[in-house]
């Protein structure tokens, strides 16, 4: 990832971007905000926004969803509920799934490298889709049972994050091998399809011609756990599907989207200044969780007052843990016939799953859940009768309880990070496809509202509970599925409101400094003819710490120093560092992870700003102090470099 910084000066200067391996030279224009007020220039009215559709996609792990607001009338937020092949079916989201007809794939498109290392085409500027149409692509509701396609191909783009183990690479690869495509062609080339048929439903809505005369704008949603490298790629996706350049695309991550939603469903009714609520996204590949706190009611304005966590627990592994239970009491022969030979008798005992006992399945209600499974004989043993598998409470909690118990700890840990500070948990807002799910509320309200009673005395007391095992409200709000994509909306319709967030890693850089026999191995030392000092590398600055408080509006300075020799070239480049761990190293290290490379071209400094150094043995250098600026937002960072303040 190779980010190229803008310099407060007078006019715009060529910079050297890295793109796809290869240096070319851009331009890149001086931001206006950082322009002086010229003197006896009058002082403009800002300009009317123009009125423009807000466009929120919800890129899921198993499904996506899309919600779409006009500015004008910012409370009729649509939600698209009908996708090709869905047969007049409507559902608020569509799978996460692609396929290609190979005989159609063009040949051309081999020239890019499939590879799930980096899952980025050695030609990312190449359009998604090329070599391919429409009419070749499958995506969403349009298969058959028993049709392969590409699923959770959105887990590719995080390198770092560990994959389920239903999500086979290699099986990944062999058929992006097949499409002469790789992870990043099939993610654009999905985006592709989500855009199309976005822009084609609200053309049906809204007519052409007004969609020709209005601007459409895009929020995407991330993952609050992913590194800034997969928001890249998920920014670089979205450009090659036609969604816009990447530098007018929005990112926020799924649980602050959601938040933003919930919370203004719910104001001013049940929050108060200083509330804390705890937003659990709950999809179908990964859970996600950030806690908020009330610092305003109106506007509503919030602060991020815990780390966001996350972890693959997501409802997909249900389906995989039901899958497994009906191996095991049909047996393994008659499971893979039946997958085999009877696909959408499979199909609809798995659909049977998915909407009716993920969703509702509640121990008190339900003590025996008959599963369809038309075509299977009757086995008194294996509890088929009459085309029903027949299941009791305690085989389906068997299925739940390991999946639920990871969701409980990661709200518990959510929840515990907060009354360590002293905080006072006002909430769980359950959210997400998995956070419909009745089992799961019931399993949340339930660790979360029993406390021990006072300890024992024989002589009267009026001891209450401690306050750390105070009850906490579980909230399901309406919407729970969509809540992501209408925050989505919300964002991009008024902006922020949260006003800090808390850093999910160390960011830093590495410097050179002077040897300090005390502090440094003698081995990494080296001289300095500039300097003429033994000095010492790879020694780390970390500028922001893991759980430190950030705020858009207050940038993080690097500050710099660099020396030039005559005729050394001016372009620069650093590299921001990443750590996850809780206690950073001192020096760098195998482990920590490189962000982005930062490259700007310093010729535009005036060379007044340079100091003029001469060492002991004649030889002349120039000096440069700098500054660089980092500001963090929902999902991606923002810099900006400054000479001379």
Not at 135 to 153: A, T, V
Not at 198 to 225: C, D, H, N, Q, W
Not at 370 to 393: H, R
Request: net charge negative; aromatic share 8%.
């Amino acid at each position: 990832m190779n980010s190229t910084l803008p310099l407060r000066g007078p006019s715009s200067q060529p910079v050297l971007r890295n793109d796809g391996g290869t240096w070319t030279p851009v331009s890149v224009p001086v931001r206006r905000e950082s322009l002086p007020m010229l003197q006896g220039a009058q002082a403009r009215e800002p300009p009317v926004t123009p009125d423009r559709l807000i466009v929120g996609i919800d890129f899921g792990t198993t499904y996506s969803g899309v919600a779409a607001v006009y500015t004008s009338t910012p409370d009729d937020v649509d939600v698209i509920k009908t996708w090709p092949g869905g047969n007049g079916i409507t559902s608020d989201k569509v799978p996460t799934e692609i396929a290609y007809d190979t005989s159609s794939v063009s040949s051309s498109a081999a020239a890019s490298t499939t590879s799930l290392a980096s899952g980025v085409s050695t030609s990312d500027s190449t359009p998604a889709s090329e070599g391919t149409t429409t009419s070749n692509i499958k995506w969403g509701f349009q298969f058959k049972p028993e049709e392969p396609r590409l699923r959770c191909i959105k887990l590719f783009l995080d390198r770092n994050q560990k994959l389920p183990h239903f999500v086979s690479p290699l099986e990944t690869a062999a058929q992006l091998r097949k499409y002469n495509r790789n992870v990043m062609d099939a993610v654009s080339d999905y985006l592709l399809q989500i855009y199309k048929h976005t822009m084609s439903t609200l053309e049906r809505r809204y007519g052409k011609s007004f969609m020709s005369m209005t601007k459409v704008e895009f929020v995407l949603t991330v993952p609050a756990i992913w590194t800034d490298a997969a928001k890249n790629a998920t920014l670089q996706a979205a450009e090659r599907a036609g969604l816009g350049n990447r530098h007018d695309l929005r990112l926020i991550s799924e649980p602050e989207a959601a938040a933003v939603y919930t919370l203004k469903a719910i104001q001013p009714n049940h929050l108060k200044i200083g509330d804390n609520f705890v937003v659990c996204d709950a999809g179908g590949g990964t859970v996600d969780l950030i806690s908020y706190k009330i610092t305003q009611l109106n506007p509503l304005r919030v602060e991020e007052s815990g780390v966001g966590s996350g972890g693959l627990c997501g409802s997909a592994f249900l389906d995989y843990r039901f899958e497994d239970h009906v191996r095991s009491r049909i047996g393994v022969e008659r499971y893979e016939a039946m997958k085999e030979k009877k696909p959408k008798t499979w199909q609809m005992g798995l659909k049977y799953f998915e909407e009716f006992v993920k969703r509702n399945f509640n121990e008190e209600e339900h003590q025996e859940v008959n599963v369809p499974f038309p075509g299977l004989p009757d086995d008194e043993e294996a509890g088929l009768e009459s085309g029903f598998l027949v299941m009791t409470a305690e085989q389906i909690k068997s299925i739940f309880e390991p999946v639920v118990r990871e969701v409980c700890d990661l709200v518990e840990g959510q929840v515990d990070s907060i009354r360590q500070k002293g905080g006072i948990v006002s909430g769980i807002v359950l959210v997400g496809g998995f956070g419909q799910s009745n089992y799961l509320y019931n399993r949340l309200k339930a660790h979360f509202n029993t406390s021990a009673p006072p300890p024992y005395s024989e002589r009267p007391t009026h001891a209450t509970p401690d306050d750390s095992l105070q009850a906490v409200e579980v909230m399901q709000p309406v919407y729970a599925w969509t809540a992501v994509v209408r925050g989505a909306v919300l964002r991009g319709l008024e902006g922020s409101m949260v006003v800090s967030r808390r850093s999910r890693w160390h960011y830093g850089t590495s410097y050179a400094t002077v040897f300090d026999e005390e502090r440094h191995p003698p081995s990494d030392r080296y001289w300095s003819p500039l300097w003429e000092r033994w000095m010492v590398s790879d020694r780390m600055q970390w500028h922001i710490a893991k759980g430190e408080q950030v705020s858009e509006r207050k940038a993080v300075s690097f500050h710099y120093t660099r020396n030039f020799r005559p005729g050394q070239s001016l372009v620069v480049e650093d590299d921001l560092i990443a750590c996850d761990a809780d206690v950073a190293p001192d020096a760098f290290k195998k482990g920590l992870i490189s962000v982005c490379t930062l490259t700007t071209d310093l010729n535009a400094v005036p060379k007044t700003l340079f100091t003029r150094l001469t060492t002991t043995k004649g030889i002349e250098f120039d000096n440069l102090d700098f500054t660089l600026d980092m500001t963090i937002d929902s999902a991606a960072l923002v810099f900006e470099l400054k000479v001379d303040g």
